[in-house]
């Protein structure tokens, strides 16, 4: 007996060929996000993600806090980045209430985000080993980023959501001795990810699992609205911090790491390369850095931002980060729209899984550089 | 590069490794050093002073029962409530001092931005579990305690690569 189904819903024809797959939604290989996978044999025809899973409502969240309730909560969508998800806000609610911050400040800022960049790479390189079968890949970054977590953890007094950084500079000084500390750190981490070459970039077995796989050329990248890691794997020269300096960016010394294949190769190759650059900024900044003076802008209690609408965005682990913040004379801004770049790289996905074997979709897809829980807000 | 040879070179650099020193903190036994007393205000710069974030302490001889830090955290954890006291202090009229939720806290530290009298700051404890969720809920009483922590191991770099302690 036919089943009656309710009137305007149909069931899908389904080719008896083809086979749907659900990866996810619980965490191993998809993290916190489900993709609809339709195989022919071993092939993908097609891929829907589906993302939504930890949308916590931060926007909303945002809505009903004063400017400085906002810090806590505003960094949990990537505690791996905290810092970098707070530089936009810091920036637009500078911005809106009229703050100048202190020199020292803007370069104590600088690196504690350059530190927690490297942080968060060197966590998704150890997810991205993992992914792909490489054990040992897994292990060395995730113990090697307790180097800069110990860094943060003495610049912020916490391990993971440090807060640090507020409207009007930074939550506290620098503890005493710790440019010398910082820089024996970073020249070590510099050591130890010249190993991770052989080990896994230079590997056989990595290049021909992600070389020439998953390609988005250049006019797809642009056309897309790709951002990050993503976009300039595809030849693209576009980093937020030359583009558009904020802060000290515009005095350090460092350079935009462009690769023109637009593999999977590449955008794998390309955060592991700007760790470099972030060593180098690191360095930079604190011999640029004043050496004493104030850190923290102090705010008036419960400040109101006027009748005023800002835009402020950074380059963060994943690409353009920005904030839009509209106040309306009270002490809670009047809507808050958080930008990720995860979600903004989440639209090529089914471009680049279309054709490719099923075995090459966690390389594919966990080199975008997706954070699930930073794409849900 | 020949694909032996870049197995063999990966392989290689694996083996490497057993010459280096074990970077894994014991933990128990060994416990990292943390800079400084935990995290606290300078009175004079009204910046805060670098530290781990981990369990209050509260100054009974300075704190007023202003308030202020239950209000800071209202929109954060609303860990904090202010409680009666049995200890008279000349300068908490009304007898009201906070008391902490532990398992509502996140240790974000704004209730010590906020404190004016510089009563409330945060200690190197961050040992907390318990097994009821009661014990959790630390009293002021509790919070005057400065904790005895023992934490000596601090990251180790050398030729050998780095390692704690
Ligand atoms: S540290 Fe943060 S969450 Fe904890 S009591 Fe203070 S303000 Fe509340
Ligand atoms: S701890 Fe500080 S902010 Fe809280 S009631 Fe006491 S004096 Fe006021």
């Known amino acids: 007996m036919a089943t009656q189904l309710p009137p305007g819903i149909q069931l899908e024809k389904v080719d008896d060929r083809i086979m749907t797959l659900n990866v996810g939604p619980q965490h191993p290989g998809s993290g916190h996000m489900r993709l609809i996978i339709k195989v022919d044999g071993d092939y993908i025809v097609s891929c829907d993600p ?18 400085i309730q906002n810090i806590p909560h505003l960094e949990r969508p990537v505690i791996h980045d905290s810092c970098n998800i707070l530089y936009p806000y810091c920036l637009a609610v500078e911005e809106l209430l009229g703050i100048e911050v202190p020199e020292r400040a803007k370069y ?6 350059e530190l927690n960049r490297c942080i968060y790479t060197l966590y998704w390189l150890a997810i991205y080993g993992i992914f792909l079968g490489h054990s040992t890949m897994f292990m060395w970054p995730a113990g090697d980023r307790e180097l800069f977590i110990d860094l943060l953890e003495a610049m912020s007094g916490a391990r993971v959501t440090h807060a640090y950084l507020v409207p009007g500079g930074v939550r506290n000084d620098l503890p005493a001795n710790f440019e010398e500390r910082c820089l024996r750190q970073v020249d070590y981490l510099e050591k130890r990810l010249k190993e ?18 998953g390609i988005l050329s250049r006019t797809d990248a642009i056309r897309l609205g790709t951002t990050g890691s993503v976009l300039r794997a595809s030849g693209v020269d576009y980093d937020i911090r030359k583009k558009e300096p904020y802060d000290v960016y515009e005095n350090l010394d460092f350079e935009t790491v462009v690769r023109k294949e637009g593999d999977s190769y590449a955008r794998s190759y390309i955060p592991y390369l700007e760790m470099f650059e972030s060593c180098r900024i690191i360095r930079d900044a604190i011999r640029k850095m004043p050496k004493s003076g104030s850190v923290r802008t102090k705010l008036k209690p419960n400040p109101k931002g006027g009748n005023d609408e800002v835009y402020k965005r950074v380059e963060s682990g994943r690409g353009s980060l920005g904030y839009y913040i ?11 729209k958080i930008s990720v770049g995860s979600f903004r790289n989440l639209i090529c996905m089914p471009y680049l899984l279309k054709g490719e074997l099923l075995g090459n979709m966690p390389s ?4 975008l550089n997706y954070w699930p829980v930073e794409a849900d807000r | 590069m020949s694909t032996a040879g870049g197995i063999i070179r990966a392989l290689n650099s694996g083996i490497k490794h057993l010459a280096i ?21 300078n009175p004079e710069t009204g910046v805060g002073i670098a530290g781990l974030r981990g369990r209050h302490i509260l100054y009974h001889e300075h704190c007023t029962g202003c308030q202020l830090c239950s209000v800071a955290c209202e929109g954060i954890a609303e ?3 202010m409680v009666k006291i049995d200890e008279t ?21 704004l209730c010590v931005d906020a404190c004016p009298f510089y009563a409330l700051y945060m200690t190197n404890d961050y040992e907390l579990s318990s097994f009821t969720k009661s014990a959790l809920i630390y009293t002021p009483a509790q919070l005057a305690v400065k904790p005895k922590i023992s934490q000596d191991v601090e990251i180790k770099i050398d030729d050998r690569g780095a390692t704690h302690g």
């Not at chain 2, 894994?24 to 036994?29: F, K």
């Open chain 1, 50 to 67: 589906d993302p939504g899973y930890v949308h916590r409502g931060e926007e909303k969240m945002a809505e009903y806090r004063n400017y």
């Open chain 1, 108 to 113: 104590i800022r600088v690196i504690a985000s």
């Open chain 1, 196 to 213: 991770y070459q052989s080990i896994f970039y230079k590997n056989p077995i990595l290049i021909s699992r992600t070389e020439g796989t």
């Open chain 1, 326 to 336: 509209v106040s309306n004379n009270r002490p809670e801004p009047y809507r808050v």
């Open chain 1, 364 to 367: 594919v897809y966990w080199g």
């Open chain 2, 21 to 41: 020193r074990r970077f894994t903190l014991r933990y128990p036994e060994q416990k990292l050093k943390f800079v400084g007393d935990g995290f606290q205000f």
């Open chain 2, 79 to 81: 860990a904090i409530g």
């Open chain 2, 89 to 109: 202090w000349k300068q908490n009229k009304k007898a009201i001092m906070p008391q902490i939720d532990y398992g509502k806290c996140v240790f974000c530290g």
